[in-house]
């Protein structure tokens, strides 16, 4: 499973970004991909994660009514998932990062997850 992410950027707070993540691989290898993020100084940390299957969504306490997880998905084939990030905040300042697996909980732990692209870097400023 491949996965390249893109959309990151600078923006000023209150401004919205929208990342994209195209997955390509078997599908039976994954059933669910999330949005990661790791700021200066900070551990890696789920920001949002979606079932690909049923849409089913999950967000961090952090970011719910600011961002949306959404993806267009189709089996066995390349499928991208995307962020749309509003009411941007410095803190929110990280590389992000798009990664892919399967399980049925923890579906924000960044070690529930096997397969990771390489991020797209988002600044925020006040």
């Given at each position: ?7 990151g ?9 929208r ?6 691989g ?14 200066p100084?900070n551990?890696r940390?789920?920001v949002?994660?979606?079932?690909t299957?049923g849409g089913?969504?999950y967000?961090?306490?952090?970011v719910?009514g600011?961002?949306a997880?959404s993806?267009d998905y189709?089996k ?5 998932v995307?962020?749309?990030?509003n009411?941007?905040?410095?803190e929110d300042?990280a590389?992000y990062?798009?990664a892919a697996?399967r399980g049925v909980?923890g579906?924000?732990t ?14 925020v400023?006040?």
């Open positions: 499973v491949q996965l390249v992410e893109s959309g950027g600078s923006v000023q707070a209150g401004g919205s970004l990342l994209s993540c195209v997955v390509s078997f599908t039976y290898n994954y059933n669910r991909v999330a949005w990661l993020r790791q700021g100084g551990e940390e789920g949002a994660a979606i079932y299957g089913t969504s967000y961090a306490d952090s719910k600011r961002f997880i993806r189709v066995n084939t390349v499928n991208t995307y962020l749309q990030m009411s941007l905040k410095p300042t590389m990062y798009c697996g909980s579906g924000l960044p070690d529930r997850y096997n397969y990771w692209g390489q991020g797209t870097q988002v600044t400023s006040s």
